[in-house]
């Protein structure tokens, strides 16, 4: 297949991006230890400690937290919210709180927080589905520490949303803060220094952070190949790709099958533009059978039709 050409107008080019752990860029920054804040709030590991022993998760189940233990109050608070505090806060009058509960929990926490917001594909797919789908990723790859799918329906808030670090540890404890914490990219910086930050930090980030980055990303790249966000041309799409494998060549030693499916993905993933059909990673995906093209074309013929491709399974 000829080269492609990727002139990136939104994003860096391939090797501006191509960065490794060992030979960092000079132009980028120092490699530091996992960061102790992404977004301008402060996260006291201290404080942080002493919430994990005293009250215990217990404890605040079983009793109404008290007013230390409240969550801060977001910038502005959506009616969903408003109605979860006239409910008298999570963790609450009804007694005992098992794992599941917890999750359960923590799935509400978020579809409150994520509820005015829609993905960026052509149906405006709700927000939570992605979360939602990052933890089912994990949980059907065989992970079941329920802190690590906790943090996967959480790893958006902070990002996104009026959700802080100190919420997150009050109300699901420090382990999931942590993890939801190295998934939280430095809002401050621009689209594209957050990717390059993303590539230099991904080395430093706990194991458990890693796995939600691939999951993450699984989810992102397969939603751009079914049904890509409104207004993406193939260079941006090749430029996400590129730089996700790069981001998740990183980690992929956190959980290998995430890092097989993701391997699958770059070598099979294909789109078409204007008649041509184009592999979404250039480098590494092979030549495209005519099974494929119409698997491809019955894709975009369902798009251009009105139809909608997101009610196909999550993921396949
Ligand atoms: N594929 C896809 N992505 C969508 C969609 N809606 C929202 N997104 C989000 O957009 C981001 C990817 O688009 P970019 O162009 O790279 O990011 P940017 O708009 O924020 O600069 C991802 O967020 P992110 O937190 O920046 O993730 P990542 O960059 O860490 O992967 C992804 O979660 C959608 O419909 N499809």
Redesign the pocket.
Known sequence: MAPIRLDLP??PSPSELRITASSPSPSLPTPQPPQTRTNGLQLNPVSLLAMEGTPSELDLARTPPPKSFAPSPPISRTASEIDLASQGGYGGRWGMEGELGRFLRTVDFAARKHSCQ????VDQ?P?IN?PIAVANILSSTGITDVKVLQAAVL??TV??THTTIEEIAHLFGSDVARIVEE?T?NTTL???Q??IE?LRSAPFKSREAQQV?LA??I??????RR????G?GIK?IQA?FI??KQ?TDVCASAHPPLAERLQELYETAYTRVNGVYYPCHPEVCGPLTEDEKNLVDSRLRALKDGQTVCPAPIFF
């Not at 829609?118 to 594909?121: A, E, Q, S």
């Not at 049904?227 to 409104?230: A, F, I, K």
Request: charged content about 40%; proline content about 5%; overall charge positive.
């Open positions: 939104t994003a829609r993905r960026k594909d797919t927000y992605h790893h958006d990002e996104d998934c990219d621009s689209g594209q957050r990717k993303q980055k993450d990303k989810h992102n790249l397969e939603s751009i049904c890509p966000p409104v993406w941006r996400y730089w996700a981001v």
